[in-house]
Each structure stands twice: as C-alpha cells, then as structure tokens.
C-alpha cells in the first residue's frame, strides 16, 4: 500500500505519519510507502520500516498535484489548509490555497486514475467552521451549511466538490470535519481557535498564556490522538456503509473556556492556572461568536469514530504524549 500526506509537516500529519510508521499497516494493508508533502519538508518519522519521500512545494501551482499522485497511492490524505484567522485576514492567500489547492488535487487524481477500475480513497479534512450561526443546541447530522468565515466557506465547498467527485466514480473521497483539535503541541500558529490549546499548553509548561474571549465560550473539542484516529478510520471505512453523504462530523466533547479551566486545575493545580492571562480581543471574539458550540455526531458514532468524553481526558493525554507525564 502507498500512501500520500498533504500537510505532512503539520502538527496532525506529524503525528498521523508517526502513527503509520509505528503500526507499519493501514486497515490490515502493509505499508510499502510513504509521501509527506508541504510547503516544507516534514520529518522522516522514527522507526519507519518503509521507504518515506519528503517532498516541499506549493500545492496549488501549475502541475504540483499532478506529480503528487503520478505514482498512484492507494491512499490519499489530503489535511493541507490555510487555517482560520489567516485564511480570514488574507483573502487571496486563504482561496489560493483552500479551494484552488483542493480543487487541483481532486481534478489530478481524476484524470491520473480514470482508466483504473480501483480508485484511491481520499480522505479529507473538513472543519466545523462550515456551519454558522444561528445554531439550534445541538448541530445535528442533517443541519445545513452556513459559513460566516472564508475557511468555513472553501471548507464547505471542499467538502460538495468531494461528495460529486465521488457520486462521479472519480476517487472514493470521505471528508471529515474536525473539532478543534486541543492541545495542540508546538508553537501557537495563525488559527483563530489557537487560544483554546495555549491556555492549556503553555500554563502547564510553566508559562504564561493569553486568553482572549470570556469563560462562557463555548467550543467542540477532541484531542490530537483522536484525530489521528479519525482519519485512520476514515480511510479504511467501507464506502458503501458510509453511503452518498461523504461528509462527517466529527466526534467531540463541548466545553466553556470556564470549563476548561476547571479541568485545568484539577490536572495541574492552581499554580498553573494562575499563569492564565485575561485580555479581550475583539477580533478573535467576532470570529469565535460564529462558530459552532456543540453537535449531535450520531452517523460518525454509528460508523466507529470515537473521541474524549471529558476534557480531563484531553489534558491528560496531551500531558503523556507531549510532556511526558510531568507538569511545570
């Protein structure tokens, strides 16, 4: 089995790769070899039994896709995005990469496998920022898509073009929308949702972070080895189960900031909850007021996808799988 990574150097595609070479097999398959792309080189990761081909580039220039998947994967990730409060601030950029990216893929893999009878499973990344407000309590399966954000909206039409592409025989596409992922390791990157994790990460790292909405916000979470299932699950599952609607929400647990900070301190203690620092920002404020709060995930569920039931339970395995079971 061949394998394709788009947004290989990103923090879900690190880990989703780490996981692949740890296992060695993908839905009983054996790995035979592995392609991490993005804007930079991702790192080999450790312990890989299988040839792994590091390539850097930009996805949405002429014939970058088309050299992608020239040597046919079985299959394809495609996690590669401009996130939120980027995509917000630069239009342009936002569209460039989010849809023409997207959209060149998808036109590649069809014309490089049409003569195949076996098409590629191309699992793709959504986000809950494809609904927007007004919302009922709790986002159901069969609630419509209402983007207030230009993310939400090239996520939206990501998320219709894979369904047709599909309905068409022209890949075997599953699109999964993702919860904010938290705690994100690493550096705090240009998400609008960024502050979810920092308020977590860098307290129980020993430093301070800043918080910029108030304790009532709340947000739909699961952690990063979540994800890592998600999309491993997403790309074994049997597509004839999945059926014509390719696109699912995600497993995840809703929490207030005020929630969050209560788990905080029951792992950590108040030492590392003190390290939170309140300071509003009406920008990032505006964009959180349009995002989804809570959803109803029963179609994922049925089909076997799973996340924390708690947030004490994401805290904890960012604190294994990041810290090392130490708190600063």
């Known amino acids: 089995m061949k394998i394709l990574i788009i947004g290989g150097a990103g ?12 296992d060695g097999q993908l839905g009983g398959k054996t790995i035979n070899a592995l392609s991490l792309y993005d804007v930079v080189s991702a790192a080999v ?4 039994q299988f040839p792994v081909k590091i390539i850097a580039g930009d996805l949405p ?3 970058e896709t088309d050299k992608l998947v020239a040597d046919k994967p079985d299959v394809i990730f495609h996690l590669a995005a ?9 239009f342009d950029k936002g569209y460039r990469i989010n849809l023409l990216g997207t959209q060149n893929l998808y036109e590649s893999v069809r014309h490089t496998y049409e003569k195949d009878a076996k ?14 407000a007004p919302f009922p309590e709790r986002i159901g399966d069969e609630f419509h898509h209402t983007p207030l954000t230009s993310y939400g909206t090239q996520k939206s039409i990501g998320e219709l073009l894979l369904a047709d592409y599909t309905r068409k025989g022209m890949f075997d596409g599953v699109g999964i929308r993702l919860p904010t992922i938290c705690v994100r390791p690493g550096k705090p990157n240009k998400a609008a949702s960024g502050f979810f994790s920092n308020i977590c ?5 020993g430093q301070e972070a800043v918080l910029p909405v108030s304790d009532d916000v709340m947000h739909w979470h699961a952690s990063p080895r979540a994800a890592v299932g998600f999309l491993m699950h997403a790309a074994t599952i049997d597509g004839e189960t999945v059926g014509a609607r390719r696109n699912l929400s995600m497993p995840g647990l809703a929490v207030t900031i005020g929630q969050q900070i209560d788990a905080l301190r029951r792992v950590g203690g108040d ?3 003190n390290r939170i620092r309140r300071e509003p920002d009406p920008f990032i404020q505006k964009i959180v007021a349009g995002w989804p709060r809570n959803l109803e995930t029963k179609r994922a569920e049925a089909l076997g996808f799973k996340a924390e039931k708690t947030f004490d339970e994401i805290l904890r395995v960012h604190v294994e799988d990041e810290l090392g079971g130490k708190i600063a």
């Not at 923090?11 to 740890?22: D, S, T």
């Not at 990761?45 to 890989?48: D, N, Q, W, Y």
């Not at 098409?119 to 927007?132: D, E, M, Q, Y």
């Open 61 to 63: 220039a002429k014939g």
């Open 201 to 205: 990460r860098e307290p129980l790292a």
């Open 45 to 48: 990761p450790t312990g890989a």
């Open 271 to 273: 030492k590392v909850v």
């Open 82 to 90: 401009i996130v939120s409060g980027e995509a917000e601030q630069e």
């Open 11 to 22: 923090m879900v595609g690190r880990k989703l790769a780490e996981r692949l070479a740890k």
């Open 119 to 132: 098409k590629p499973r191309l699992v793709f990344t959504s986000s809950i920022a494809v609904f927007g």
